[in-house]
């Protein structure tokens, strides 16, 4: 149950890290792009940090540690953004074909 807890805790708090930045930044005045490059210098100091708790737990250096789930953590942010490059690459034509239809339909609706 302790060790549930603990990877629970992990997980969400680990989960809120990349999303900090935009809750005390005014989005408005600040630019995208610096939140951006923020959150995952946040998120990789959040890995890292969890990779050197983990540490505790095992044999291995805390430096070794850090960098491993460090390195998992953008691996994933990596095959996360390669999916949706691809999802939204192939649902391309699907898209602007539905959008041209609602625009015809709409237009010829409009004219009867």
Not at 66 to 85: K, Q, R, W
Request: overall charge negative.
């Amino acid at each position: 149950a302790v060790v549930s807890t603990q990877s629970t805790g992990a997980f969400i708090v680990c989960g809120i890290v990349p999303i900090t930045v935009y809750f005390f930044v005014d989005l408005g005045s600040s630019s995208g792009d610096t939140n951006f490059y923020i959150s995952i210098g946040l998120t990789a100091i959040a890995l890292f940090s969890l990779g050197v708790l983990k540490s505790l737990a095992t044999y291995i250096s805390w430096y070794r540690s850090g960098f491993h789930i460090m390195a998992l953590g953008c691996i994933a942010a990596a095959a996360a953004y390669g999916i949706s490059v691809l999802a939204e690459w192939a649902t391309e034509d699907l898209r602007d074909d539905f959008c041209r239809n609602q625009t015809t339909n709409a237009t010829v609706q409009l004219f009867e």
